[in-house]
């Protein structure tokens, strides 16, 4: 059975404000993104997908490393949506905004160098992971790349009870494959090839993971 239940960010969309303050604070954002950023390698004439891209945050922190990348942002949330669009207009740069839906993503096959995603796929039933890492790699060009932080195999004890409060905030159906680190497997079943953890970070609520794969020529 598909489960299409959208969740939105922190769950509720009374608290989506809140957002940027609540992850800032709680997860070392700046450090496992700009880390994220770093093991894409983007470059000048990229074209980077970021998959769930919420407020913006990744994918400004993309252009303000690499402006001469072009640099889209998908997202099922157009109240979040919002909240990027003024946050790019504030900034004066362009960042391609749409509203879609990760698992039937409105782009052509091989139309992006690089997809990224953080702290997106916890938010999302199993099967919907599935489809949505199927579509990263319809999209992807050739040996292009996929790079995904979100939460993972709590590194200690510590690290997994901090994790039990994400898996009541969001729901354990959706974030259990993550806790159970099962993600990886999932990118690998979707036919991407060389998946590696290449860092991660402990935060206040469990452990961030950083992957990266290529779409096999």
């Not at 959208?6 to 450090?31: C, I, K």
């Not at 729901?171 to 990118?187: A, C, I, Q, Y």
Request: charged share 25%; proline share 4%.
């Amino acid at each position: 059975m598909n489960n299409d239940r959208y969740v939105p960010a922190l769950s509720y969309h009374a608290l989506t404000p809140l957002y940027d303050t609540v992850v800032g604070w709680t997860t070392r954002e700046r450090l496992f993104k700009d880390a994220l950023v770093k093991q894409a390698r983007i470059t000048a004439g990229h074209r980077v997908l970021d998959l769930g891209c919420g407020t913006g945050t990744l994918a400004l922190l993309i252009h303000e490393q690499e402006p001469r990348a072009e640099v889209f942002g998908i997202d099922g949330d157009p109240n979040i949506l919002r909240l990027a669009r003024k946050k790019a207009r504030d900034r004066d740069v362009t960042v391609h905004y749409v509203h879609g839906m990760s698992f039937d993503l409105p782009y052509p096959g091989e139309s992006f160098d690089r997809v990224v995603s953080s702290l997106f796929f916890h938010h999302v039933s199993e099967e919907n992971k599935r489809r949505s890492l199927a579509e990263a790699r319809r999209v992807l060009k050739s040996d292009g790349e996929l790079h995904i932080a979100d939460w993972g195999t709590p590194a200690n004890l510590l690290m997994k009870l901090g994790s039990r409060f994400i898996q009541v905030l969001d729901g354990s159906e959706t974030t259990k494959d993550n806790f159970e680190g099962r993600l990886p497997h999932m990118v690998v079943q979707e036919g991407f090839v060389e998946v590696e953890e290449i860092d991660f970070f402990n935060g206040l609520f469990g452990t961030i993971r950083l992957l990266k794969a290529v779409k096999q020529t």
